[in-house]
Every structure is written in C-alpha cells, then in structure tokens.
C-alpha cells in the first residue's frame, strides 16, 4: 500500500530551475526599479539627462575646468591673451573678496566684525546642539547680551550713562513729543469746526506732556545729580543697579523668597559692568564707523538674523491677538496682519526710510540701518503670525481645556502647552519665511544699503576687472554663498523636524 502512495504522489521528473529574482536593492536595483520600470520613466529619465549634459556640464566647464585661477586684473581673463575659451574668472572675486564681506567698512577697524562673526558662531552652535546643557543661559548671552556687544562692537561709540539717564532720556523725549505733537495738532487746519475740534485735542495731548515732565522731575533732578559727579557711567550703573535689584527682590517675595532674584540681578549687572570696562564705553568705547560704511556679507547677515529674530515675538503676539476674545485686541491684530501683508516688501523699506522721519519730533532722528530693521521686523512679523496660526488652529481643543482644568492660567496653558506644540506643527513654514526673508534682504540695495548683491553690482563698475565673464562669475559666487545658507537652514530646519516628531514615526 506504501508503494501504491509513493508512485502516485512523488514525482519521478525533476522540476525546471526557476530564472534568478530581479535585484532591487545597490545601484543597479536602483537603476532598474526607479528609473526604467516603465516606459513613462525611460523616457523621463532620457529627458532629465539630457537637461543635465546641457546645463550641468556646461557649469562646471565655466566654473572649473575652464577658469582662470591668478592674475592681477582684466588682462588674465581675457580670451586673446589666454589662448582659449575663459571661463569664470576667479581673481576677480579674490580681488573683491573683502568688499563682498565688508562692504566699505574701514580696513582697520575689520577686526570687530570678524571678533562679531566669532562671537556669534560660539554662541550659536551650542545653541543648536540639542544634547550641551545650560541652553537657557546660552540662550539668553544670544538673544539678549549678543546684540548688545555687537552694536557696540559693529558701530562703535561709548556711553554717557546708564538705566537712570536712558529711561529718563526716553520718558522726556516722549513728553516733549507729545507737546509738540499736541501744538501741530492744535494748527493743523483752518477749517471752523474742526479747527476747535483739533485745537482742544491738541491741548489735552499737550497737557499729558506737560503732566508727564511733571512726574518726571524726581528722575530729572537724580539723573543731573549723577551726571554732575566725577563718573557718570559708574555712578548711573551703581544707581540703576540698587534701584532693579531692590526692586526685583521685593517683587519675588522680599526676604522670604526673593534671594535668588537679587543674586541673578547682581550677577547680570556684574557681567554687564565688565563688558563696560573691557571694551571702555565708560572712556568713549570703539571709533564709530556709520551704517552707511557697512556693506556685504555684514549687511545681509545682520538685516537677515534681526529680522528672523525680531519677527518671531511679533508674529508670536499677533496670532494669539489674532485669536483673541477681547474685540479691541482681535480687530487690532487683524487690520495690522492684513495691512503689512497687503503691501509689497519694497513699500514697506522705501516708507520707512524716508517717509517715517517727518512722523517724527525734530530732535529725534533714528539711524537709516534701524529704521530699515524695523520695518523688515513687523513685515516679517505679520506672515510668521499667519503660520503660527495655523499652528494653533491644530492644537485640539481638548489640550488648553486640560491645562485649565488643572488650574493653569491662560499664559501658562499658552507658554507651556499650546504653543510649543503649535511650534512643532508650522516648523516647515517658519522656515521657508525665514529662507525668503535671508533672500529678500537684496532689496535693501534699494535704499542705498549695500548688501551681499549690492556691493557685487557696486564691484562691476570697476574697470580693472571688466571682462565679459565677470559679471557670470560674480552672480555665481554670491548665488553659492545664498545656497549654502539657506540649504544650512533647511536641513537644519528638518533636522529638528525629525526630532521632535520622533513619537509620532513607526
């Protein structure tokens, strides 16, 4: 029976060899898989090689294989003198290397803006390491004391004062405004009615000027006295520091809970006094060298990371404004949202370089460099705000309702639920309005300031290095700078993306 079975179930014939499984994985798995699986791909393929022999190929001829390295002006990268096609010419950026970094900024003085990029570059790369601690004090010697020593670094000059004398300045420049305001005002029109109208305005906006130099004087008659003694500086800097101090103290509890404010207090003025005596802005700090020297690389770096910085605390603002219940707030956030964003990024520069000074008191004037930061701060301000809101808009419901339920207030249910999860959310936006922000910056040339294209443009106008492969290699030079920071950005940007979204990954 056993016999019956094996004869009528075992084959006596051997099975075919079946042909060998199709490689899908190295290059040639790749090749086979993504690039000629079908006849659509061939043909797409074909097509994307060609368009790279005839764009790529030429490139790197120009810019590689048939560049001219040395020289010392036109001569070398000129055709008949080199005996073959020329290709970039790379003196020329040697040549101009300086300007497209400095713009005009004095040799001499070069040194502050390399001791500023150094100052940045270790402050920020801790800052990005997510692994290296105190990222609070780190953020803080960034965002807070950097900017501070940079000014005084990029653009010089010392101090005459401190706290004391500065919110005193302020406060009085802002009632003397408000006086002078209120005077124009009041003679402003001709017409009858509303003639009255303007005139009791005008005289009760001066009459809150007037009441202002009034409360003032306690802060007047300090700041006289200290600046009658032999150190002002010092003697405002001793002062400012007892009064914020003392002040700091009593509003964290006093003597029961408010040590630990005093000491960080002390501790911050501390490090701002040796910053004072180091870099001697008690003794007329650095030679001030005028916006209007400044130019390339420092230019766009500087209009770049302070509009990115800035932007981010206004856009922060006005989306929760924007979200807000209290009409007043709502409405405000709104019509600011939608003016900056319906006027284009040239207006905005052109309003606030030559227009926003007749809006100001005859004594106050602000540097054309500051007024340009502003403007790019609340224009940038106002698209950052629409991301963050789309952000908030997917936070569900249920999150802020739990903070509230467990006794949160509404900042902190904002500050330490919502928002850092609506962060998370628009991280791809942020930074595609950072990118076009960083690549926006060339529009300053506009109000005559020289960033990275302009100090390139203001380099063609020389004649030493006239050629015509100049112009080709200068675009291509600064077109690398733009591409390396803002593929940097990018991939940083993704980087932190993949981080902090590793939860939710399979």
């Keep these: 029976m056993s016999d019956l079975a094996n004869s009528a179930f075992i084959s006596k014939e051997l099975i075919a060899e079946r042909p060998a499984p199709i490689k899908t994985t190295g290059f040639v798995g790749f090749v086979?898989?993504?690039?000629?699986?079908?006849?659509?791909?061939?043909?797409?393929?074909?097509?994307?090689?060609?368009?790279?022999?005839?764009?790529?190929?030429?490139?790197?001829?120009?810019?590689?294989?048939?560049a001219v390295w040395q020289g010392k002006d036109r001569t070398a990268c000129l055709a008949e003198n080199a005996g073959h096609v020329v290709g970039a010419c790379w003196p020329f950026v040697q040549a101009k290397f300086t300007q497209f970094i400095y713009g005009f900024y004095p040799e001499p003085e070069r040194w502050r803006v390399n001791l500023t990029?150094?100052?940045?570059?270790?402050?920020?790369?801790?800052?990005?390491?997510?692994?290296?601690?105190?990222?609070?004090?780190?953020?803080?010697?960034?965002?807070?004391?950097?900017?501070?020593?940079?000014?005084?670094?990029?653009?010089?000059?010392?101090?005459?004062?401190?706290?004391?004398?500065?919110?005193e300045d302020a406060l009085a420049s802002l009632a003397n405004g408000l006086v002078d305001g209120g005077r124009r005002l009041a003679e402003?029109?001709?017409?009858?009615?509303?003639?009255?109208?303007?005139?009791?305005?005008?005289?009760?906006?001066?009459?809150?000027?007037?009441?202002?130099?009034?409360?003032?004087?306690?802060?007047?008659?300090?700041?006289?006295?200290?600046?009658?003694?032999g150190q002002p500086v010092w003697a405002d800097f001793a002062a400012t520091t007892l009064i914020v101090s003392a002040i700091l103290f009593f509003l964290s509890g006093g003597f029961r809970s408010g040590w630990r404010a005093l000491i960080v207090s002390l501790a911050t003025f501390a490090g701002i006094g040796l910053?004072?005596?180091?870099?001697?802005?008690?003794?007329?700090?650095?030679?001030?060298?005028?916006?209007?020297?400044?130019?390339?690389?420092?230019?766009?770096?500087?209009?770049?990371?302070?509009?990115?910085?800035?932007?981010?605390?206004?856009?922060?603002?006005?989306?929760?404004g924007r979200r807000s219940t209290i009409p007043l707030i709502r409405v405000f956030s709104v019509a600011f949202i939608e003016f900056w964003r319906g006027v284009p990024l040239i207006t905005v520069l052109f309003f606030a370089t030559y227009m926003l000074p007749l809006f100001l008191p005859g004594n106050f004037t602000v540097d054309g460099l500051v007024r340009v930061?502003?403007?790019?701060?609340?224009?940038?301000?106002?698209?950052?705000?629409?991301?963050?809101r789309g952000g908030l808009q997917a936070i569900p419901r249920g999150q802020a309702e739990a903070a509230s339920a467990l006794g949160l207030s509404y900042w902190k249910t904002t500050g330490l639920v919502v928002m850092p999860q609506a962060l998370r959310?628009?991280?791809?936006?942020l930074v595609n309005s950072f990118i076009a922000l960083l690549k926006d910056t060339s529009?300053?040339?506009?109000?005559?300031?020289?960033?990275?294209?302009?100090?390139?443009?203001?380099?063609?106008?020389?004649?030493?290095?006239?050629?015509?492969?100049?112009?080709?290699?200068?675009?291509?030079?600064?077109?690398?700078?733009?591409?390396?920071?803002?593929?940097?950005?990018?991939?940083?940007s993704l980087f932190v993306e993949h981080r902090l979204n590793a939860h939710r990954r399979n």
């Excluded at 305005?201 to 009459?207: A, D, F, P, Q, R």
């Excluded at 930061?373 to 963050?388: M, R, T």
């Excluded at 959310?425 to 936006?429: A, K, T, Y």
């Excluded at 020289?450 to 030079?477: C, I, M």
């Design 32 to 66: 086979r898989t993504q690039l000629l699986n079908s006849p659509t791909n061939v043909l797409l393929t074909i097509a994307s090689i060609l368009l790279l022999w005839f764009t790529v190929i030429p490139a790197i001829r120009f810019l590689l294989v048939d």
């Design 117 to 167: 990029f150094l100052l940045a570059a270790l402050l920020l790369l801790p800052l990005l390491i997510p692994r290296l601690p105190a990222k609070s004090l780190n953020a803080g010697l960034f965002f807070i004391a950097f900017p501070i020593v940079a000014f005084f670094l990029l653009y010089g000059s010392g101090i005459r004062g401190f706290g004391i004398a500065w919110t």
């Design 188 to 229: 402003a029109t001709s017409l009858p009615l509303l003639s009255q109208i303007l005139y009791g305005l005008g005289t009760l906006i001066g009459l809150l000027g007037y009441a202002a130099a009034i409360v003032l004087w306690p802060l007047t008659f300090l700041r006289n006295h200290i600046q009658t003694s």
């Design 275 to 320: 910053v004072i005596a180091i870099m001697g802005l008690d003794r007329g700090g650095l030679p001030i060298v005028d916006t209007r020297l400044w130019g390339g690389l420092l230019v766009t770096l500087v209009v770049s990371v302070t509009g990115i910085v800035a932007s981010m605390p206004v856009g922060i603002a006005l989306a929760l």
């Design 373 to 388: 930061l502003i403007g790019i701060a609340l224009f940038a301000g106002a698209y950052n705000a629409e991301v963050i």
């Design 425 to 429: 959310h628009v991280i791809p936006g």
């Design 443 to 492: 529009l300053v040339s506009i109000v005559a300031l020289f960033d990275l294209l302009g100090q390139l443009r203001a380099s063609f106008a020389d004649p030493v290095w006239s050629t015509p492969t100049t112009l080709f290699t200068g675009f291509a030079f600064t077109g690398m700078m733009y591409f390396v920071l803002c593929f940097g950005m990018s991939r940083y």
